[in-house]
């Protein structure tokens, strides 16, 4: 989908996968009810631009959001990342960004002044 650049694009629930790395160089939506699932197997790198954001709408909730990565994740200055991240080597989350979710990672977390909201059950 997308050639692995997902940013300004709506995305109904359902799985996505890439046998790449995927972009998130735009605000992305992910448009759904509460009950619905969203799972995003990524074989390569996931990385959100500076500035991006992940925004949620119709009732969508982060606790149903996984992200699968092969590889690393950046999350870049004041962007915005909802969902679950289950990373198989590490995570940066840079200067300023915000995550509505959870930060799973085989390796190593790095954090930069920071804002991790654990999603409501």
Do not use: C
Request: hydrophobic share 45%.
């Amino acid at each position: 989908m997308g050639a692995g650049e997902i940013g300004g694009l709506t995305l109904v629930p359902g799985l996505y996968k890439w046998g790449t790395g995927v972009l998130i160089t735009t605000d992305v939506t992910l448009a759904g009810d509460p009950n619905s699932v969203w799972i995003f197997q990524i074989a390569g790198t996931l990385n959100e631009a500076n500035g991006a954001r992940v925004t949620l709408v119709g009732g969508a909730r982060p606790k149903n959001i996984f992200w699968q990565v092969a590889d690393a994740v950046t999350l870049g200055t004041t962007a915005h990342f909802e969902g679950v991240v289950l990373g198989k080597t590490m995570v940066a989350v840079n200067t300023g960004a915000s995550v509505n979710g959870r930060l799973l990672v085989q390796t190593a977390v790095t954090l930069q002044k920071n804002a991790i909201t654990e999603p409501a059950r």
